[in-house]
């Protein structure tokens, strides 16, 4: 969601040329984007180390 109004805010700030606007708001996508790409890729590399341990665990 931070991705989507940032991305409309830096558009806004394009169109009525309001340069400290358009960076600040590029700034916030680029920090959504990362966290964005960071959260996916940790949830992936948990969901495969977790299909992975299929064998019986032992109870000693």
């Given at each position: 969601?931070?991705?989507?109004?940032?991305?409309?805010?830096?558009?806004s700030a394009l169109?009525?040329?309001?340069?400290?606007?358009?960076?600040?708001?590029?700034?916030?996508?680029?920090?959504?984007?990362?966290?964005?790409?960071?959260?996916?890729?940790?949830k992936r590399s948990?969901?495969?180390?977790?299909?992975?341990?299929?064998?019986?665990?032992?109870?000693?």
């Open positions: 969601m931070n991705v989507v109004g940032g991305v409309g805010l830096v558009i169109y009525f040329d309001v340069p400290p606007n358009l960076a600040a708001n590029a700034v916030w996508v680029l920090i959504a984007l990362f966290n964005v790409i960071r959260y996916t890729t940790a948990a969901r495969r180390r977790t299909s992975g341990d299929t064998e019986a665990v032992s109870t000693e």
